[in-house]
Nanobody, 117 residues
Framework: QVQLVESGGGLVQPGGSLGLSCAAS????????MGWYRQAPGKQRALVAT???????NYADSVKGRFTISRDNAKNTVYLRMNSLKPEDTAVYYC???????????WGQGTQVTVSS
């Protein structure tokens, strides 16, 4: 049974920092492309960042230079470090795991991030 469990969300002031973690189980973590997506109220789920099995990263333009995605294959965990947070970063953040071939995608349950003073 595949499980992706996010943690680390919460309330933070504008300009602050927050770190998210996603612990995976039931998959061969090291071969998966891992990613973070977010969904703000009234909006579609959108890409935040991805990291491949080879640790190549990709970021949404809106978070480049502020967010950092990383992975620890020994701990089956992917991280998202968020700095210089803005109110528009407020959303539910979801962890995603994509198997290369065949393409199979798994999602976590999401964790709320609220940026507000």
């Amino acid at each position: 049974q595949v499980q992706l469990v996010e943690s680390g969300g919460g309330l933070v002031q504008p300009g602050g920092s927050l770190g998210l973690s996603c612990a995976a189980s039931g998959i061969t973590f090291s071969i998966y492309t891992m990613g973070w997506y977010r969904q703000a109220p009234g909006k579609q789920r959108a890409l935040v960042a991805t990291i491949t099995r080879g640790s190549s990263t990709n970021y949404a333009d809106s978070v480049k230079g502020r967010f950092t995605i990383s992975r620890d294959n020994a701990k089956n965990t992917v991280y998202l470090r968020m700095n210089s947070l803005k109110p528009e970063d407020t959303a539910v953040y979801y962890c995603n795991a994509v198997h290369p071939t065949p393409t199979i995608s798994y999602w976590g349950q999401g964790t709320q991030v609220t940026v507000s003073s």
